[in-house]
């Protein structure tokens, strides 16, 4: 099993700057892809920014310039910096983590979700 941890979320000012981290915990992880999406009420969940092996990174146009998207390999965790930012971004982020892992000597792949943590920018 792989199980996701996200922190970081929060009330800000539009303008403001948030951190959001998100940690893949399991047994020998080997991560593809890490990618934030988001959610606001009445709508449905959005990709904002993913990050795959090669660093390679795609942004939704909405957050380009203002989001920034990291990992640490050696942690296995994602960070999502926002600067800059508005009411519309207000939302609960989400990561998605995707990737191997090992129980006992069979090798899995998993898709695993954070639980999701509220962001609320305040004009």
């Known amino acids: 099993q792989v199980q996701l941890e996200e922190s970081g979320g929060g009330l800000v000012q539009a303008g403001g700057s948030l951190r959001l981290s998100c940690a893949a915990s399991g047994n020998r992880l080997s991560i593809n892809a890490m990618e934030w999406y988001r959610q606001a009420p009445g709508k449905q969940r959005e990709l904002v920014v993913g990050?795959?092996?090669?660093?390679?990174?795609n942004y939704a146009d909405s957050v380009k310039g203002r989001f920034t998207i990291s990992r640490d390999n050696a942690m296995n965790t994602v960070y999502l910096q926002m600067n800059s930012l508005k009411p519309e971004d207000t939302a609960v982020y989400y990561c998605?983590?995707?990737?191997?892992?090992?129980?006992?000597?069979?090798?899995?792949?998993?898709?695993?979700w954070g639980q999701g943590t509220q962001v609320t920018v305040s004009s």
């Open positions: 998605n983590v995707r990737g191997t892992y090992y129980t006992g000597f069979l090798q899995r792949a998993f898709d695993s």
């Open positions: 990050i795959s092996r090669d660093d390679s990174t």
